[in-house]
T-cell receptor
Framework: EDKVVQSPLSLVVHEGDTVTLNCSYEVTNFRSLLWYKQEKKAPTFLFMLTSSGIEKKSGRLSSILDKKELFSILNITATQTGDSAVYLCALYYGGATNKLIFGTGTLLAVQP | GAGVSQSPSNKVTEKGKDVELRCDPISGHTALYWYRQSLGQGLEFLIYFQGNSAPDKSGLPSDRFSAERTGGSVSTLTIQRTQQEDSAVYLC????????????FGPGTRLLVL
């Protein structure tokens, strides 16, 4: 079965810290890897990564994909309490398979 | 509205009863997905609709689960004879047919089966 593993499962930091969230996977024939932020119920889209080694940035958040080592990381610099959420990564295969395969997520808590 | 909407936001039901959950996708999105998120678990794919094509039902956990999408827009997920293990948040998402990986999620329906 396709497997997407996120680590750590949970993380508590203080405002201003930098965090790195990991997403590793065991398959290679996917089209893209996506990161979502889930604060209450609805996950909101952060990044879509399709090529290895190309960093995507949005403000204090950045992400990169390593297709050789089969992982992606999400970095958040200068964390704020509003960054507290569950961060989900997912694989998208495309073609006839249009579903997203999600990891279990990393719960990030940013303390003042 | 601008985003995906779902109703009800919360539903409490008794074991054995049927429930219907509704999803209204973003206007113009032809692809629609249902996912389930149980406590402490990641999102689990249930079913996918694309235009008039036959839906991908490969994620439905049992024949008690079914879904329809009428007129290529609103979708209803029906769970018959609910069981306690059906308790979860049911999330709907939609996307453009050309960019199906960028799925926009609704706020979900939290279902509790007593």
């Amino acid at each position: 079965e396709d497997k997407v593993v996120q680590s750590p499962l949970s993380l508590v930091v203080h405002e201003g810290d930098t965090v790195t969230l990991n997403c590793s996977y065991e398959v290679t024939n996917f089209r893209s890897l996506l990161w979502y932020k889930q604060e209450k119920k609805a996950p909101t889209f952060l990044f879509m990564l399709t090529s290895s080694g190309i960093e995507k940035k949005s403000g204090r958040l950045s992400s990169i994909l390593d297709k050789k080592e089969l992982f992606s990381i999400l970095n958040i610099t200068a964390t704020q309490t509003g960054d507290s959420a569950v961060y989900l990564c997912a694989l998208y295969y495309g073609g006839a398979t249009n579903k997203l395969i999600f990891g279990t997520g990393t719960l990030l808590a940013v303390q003042p | 509205g601008a985003g995906v909407s779902q109703s009800p936001s919360n539903k409490v039901t008794e074991k054995g009863k049927d429930v219907e959950l509704r999803c209204d996708p973003i206007s113009g999105h032809t692809a629609l997905y249902w996912y389930r998120q149980s406590l402490g678990q990641g999102l689990e794919f249930l079913i996918y609709f694309q235009g008039n094509s036959a839906p991908d039902k490969s994620g439905l956990p049992s024949d008690r689960f079914s879904a329809e999408r009428t007129g290529g827009s609103v979708s209803t997920l029906t769970i018959q004879r609910t069981q306690q293990e059906d308790s979860a948040v049911y999330l709907c998402a939609s996307s453009f047919s050309g960019i199906r990986e960028t799925q926009y999620f609704g706020p979900g329906t939290r279902l509790l089966v007593l």
